[in-house]
């Protein structure tokens, strides 16, 4: 088990509700970026994606990649990134030993340049697809390869490449993941839909219930719990929204049997990221 899991706020956007829930209204709504921070006993600091960074503001400086930011107002300030508020808690770039990415959107690998020495975790083969894609393209589904370091591929290991496939006892259905560090505390699950090689992880911590995060498997708690995907609309930058919604139906059934068990965190839910903050 990991020793402890914290979540941090890098950054957000604005968007319609009803857009990312389809009972929502048709209002805009704050979106936070959140980064999990799990300390491991021996891996020592994980990140579980990285939020927004001023690296976005770069990358989204010319067109056609400042659509992406006119589309999606975001928010981003120097002294909230991961960076900053890691080192504001005595925490240096050297000492975050891995990043897992759940998938590579820019709000959730933006503050990718600022770990140049961190082991990163990552569907290889979706990076591979992704950045033979021309510009638009890759525009089109949320990939910036400005935000994406050099040496990406020299530092990254594929989730696929672990042969530890464990399932969850902890979650009702037929939930495997991969099991990263050999000790069954922080585990990889498959999530696919929202993008190409989309992952969640399941955290098991000795400090309090496991922790189920699932990146943009489900963007609100409450769509998660009702079973209520996006509007088609969103469906533009997944990479299959009918593959979106069978994955967001298992996921709503298994926490609607164990989230009494389990904290189900969606990336950009400000419910359950403060819920996890109090518990």
């Given amino acids: 088990?990991?020793?402890n899991i914290r979540i941090l706020t890098a950054g957000s956007c604005q968007e319609v509700e009803k857009v990312t829930y389809c009972n929502?209204?048709?209002k805009k709504i704050t979106f936070p970026s959140s980064v999990a921070v799990i300390e491991h006993p021996s891996e020592g600091i994980i990140l579980f994606d990285t939020g927004y960074s001023e690296h976005f503001k770069k990358a989204t400086a010319h067109f056609p990649e400042k659509l992406y930011a006119l589309v999606t107002p975001t928010e981003i300030d120097?002294?909230?990134?991961?960076?900053?508020?890691l080192k504001s808690q005595g925490i240096s770039v050297r000492d975050?030993?891995?990043i897992i990415l759940s998938h590579?959107?820019?709000d959730h690998v933006a503050g990718l340049k600022d770990f140049p020495h961190s082991k990163i975790w990552s569907d290889v083969g979706a990076f591979q697809t992704l950045k033979q894609k021309s510009r638009i393209s890759r525009l089109r589904k949320a990939f910036l390869t400005d935000l994406i370091p050099a040496d990406f591929e020299a530092r990254t290991q594929d989730f696929q490449s672990i042969s530890r496939s464990i399932s969850i006892s902890e979650l009702s259905g037929d939930w495997q993941g991969h099991d990263l560090f050999g000790d069954e505390s922080v585990i990889a699950i498959p999530l696919p839909g929202h993008a190409l090689g989309h992952y969640g992880l399941?955290?098991?911590s000795k400090t309090g219930k496991p922790a189920f995060f699932l990146g943009d498997a489900a963007w609100l708690t409450k769509a998660l719990k009702e079973n209520c995907p996006p509007l088609p609309l969103a469906g533009i930058i997944m990479d299959s929204f009918r593959e979106y919604k069978s994955t967001l139906g298992k996921l709503s059934k298994t926490y609607n049997q164990c989230s009494n068990q389990v904290a189900f965190i969606p990336c950009h839910c400000s419910d359950a990221i403060e819920y996890f903050g109090r518990h």
Wanted: no cysteine; hydrophobic share 50%; glycine share 4%.
């Fill in 1 to 3: 088990m990991v020793s």
């Fill in 24 to 26: 929502g209204q048709f």
């Fill in 78 to 85: 120097e002294n909230t990134t991961a960076v900053a508020q």
């Fill in 96 to 98: 975050v030993r891995h």
């Fill in 104 to 106: 590579l959107h820019a």
């Fill in 202 to 204: 399941f955290v098991r």
